[in-house]
């Protein structure tokens, strides 16, 4: 998702919308911070936000008295966490800053890459670093490299990292990609990706723009890309259901604001689709797109949308919303499953679930 205008945590709910900028919202607005934001920095954990409670089966996945926290501060673009088990660490990315920190109790907040997206020539687009990241089947930390409009792979060890990067795919029918925005990997070692127009500047009127459409990918091990779906004018968050028999896409178009569940057949291809949950309401009355998502052992959806991270069953019914009146880019499951980290515009927090994250 490209970087949203930022909501400012130092101003009251009633002055927000004495001027119109959020009427008719209802969101938890972050208490005010004394932290200095001109430096990326982490900070004790501390309250901010709240859960918005729709229905009672989301009292199975967030306890009642559940505390969202600020982790760090002073990020352009928070985006694309993983969680690092060998390195008990989240790493994510901030996109327009070609970076990407890493976190953990123990030590706090460091750079982790830099660069991270743009590696090499002049500066083509305005959102240059890495955006999604994930782990291949080996353990190996993937990129999606906005700069040099691939997916990447690190050529070094999670405990050694180094900017030093193999190029998985950067083209398509001989065009290069937009600007591969957020990946999953399937169990078979294929990696499924969307390629959104967000790193490049002008987005769809931009000269670099090669391919007439955003597409949803799939990258087999044997290096063959294919094109699995045209129609979404702005594809951007992906994963995939525990089951691994349905792919999940955010859509963070503004006229369309949805999240579409793909049956797959037995080749990785769609077989049919569905809407799975129609944002454009909640958009109406609350900042935000739908963007990055995950799903818990149970194929329940955080998918960070309008307001918040929205939590959705795996039929499309909304449950609640982790608020932290902040925009929200992405999330991920870390420490013992039970962790969602957030990455929120200029922040990294954190909230406690009952729930376990698929794959934990």
């Known amino acids: 998702?490209?970087?949203?205008?930022?909501?400012?945590?130092?101003?009251?709910?009633?002055?927000?919308?004495?001027?119109?900028?959020?009427?008719?919202?209802?969101?938890?607005?972050?208490?005010?911070?004394?932290?200095?934001?001109?430096e990326p920095?982490?900070?004790p954990p501390r309250p901010i936000g709240e859960i918005e409670r729709l229905d009672p089966a989301l009292d199975a996945l967030i306890a009642p008295d559940a505390q969202v926290e600020v982790l760090a501060d002073g990020f352009v673009w928070s985006e694309g966490p993983v969680?690092?088990?060998?390195?008990?660490?989240?790493v994510f990315s901030d996109?327009?800053?070609?970076t990407v920190y890493r976190w953990n109790a123990a030590e706090g907040l460091s750079v982790y890459l830099r660069p991270s997206g743009r590696t090499?020539?002049?500066?083509?687009?305005?959102?240059?670093?890495?955006?999604?990241?994930?782990?291949?089947?080996?353990?190996?930390?993937?990129?999606?490299?906005?700069?040099?409009?691939?997916?990447g792979r690190m050529n070094a060890p999670l405990d050694q990292p180094l900017p030093q990067y193999t190029a998985l795919i950067s083209r398509h029918d001989g065009k290069r990609f937009n600007s591969p925005n957020d990946l999953t990997v399937h169990s078979s070692g294929s990696i499924f990706f969307t390629d959104p127009p967000y790193g490049l500047d002008g987005q769809e009127e931009s000269p670099a723009k090669e391919l007439p459409y955003q597409g949803v990918y799939r990258l087999d091990p044997d290096g063959e890309v294919t094109l699995l779906t045209d129609k979404l004018p702005r594809p951007n968050g992906i994963t995939l259901s525990p089951d691994e028999r349905t792919l999940y896409v955010a859509q963070s178009h503004k006229p369309a604001k949805i999240f579409m569940a793909y049956e797959l057949d037995a080749g990785l291809g769609i077989k049919s689709s569905r809407l799975l949950f129609d944002a454009n309401d909640l958009g109406a009355?609350?900042?935000?797109?739908?963007?990055?998502?995950?799903?818990?052992?149970?194929?329940?959806?955080?998918?960070?949308?309008?307001?918040?991270?929205?939590?959705?069953?795996?039929?499309?019914?909304?449950?609640?919303?982790i608020m932290?009146?902040?925009l929200i880019a992405n999330c991920a499951f870390g420490d013992d499953g039970r962790t969602l980290y957030m990455t929120c515009d200029r922040y990294l927090c954190r909230v406690r679930l009952l729930t376990t994250g698929n794959g934990f």
């Open 41 to 43: 920095h982490a900070v």
């Open 285 to 321: 009355k609350r900042p935000g797109n739908p963007d990055g998502l995950k799903v818990d052992r149970d194929g329940n959806l955080f998918a960070t949308g309008p307001g918040g991270v929205l939590v959705l069953s795996p039929d499309g019914k909304h449950l609640g919303t």
């Open 83 to 90: 969680w690092l088990p060998s390195e008990k660490s989240l």
């Open 1 to 38: 998702m490209p970087r949203g205008p930022r909501q400012s945590v130092d101003i009251t709910l009633q002055a927000l919308l004495a001027v119109g900028i959020l009427a008719g919202a209802s969101i938890g607005l972050a208490k005010p911070s004394t932290e200095s934001a001109a």
């Open 324 to 326: 932290t009146g902040e």
């Open 120 to 151: 090499k020539g002049t500066r083509e687009n305005h959102e240059q670093g890495s955006n999604g990241l994930a782990l291949d089947n080996e353990g190996r930390l993937l990129l999606c490299q906005h700069g040099d409009r691939c997916v």
């Open 95 to 98: 996109v327009p800053e070609n």
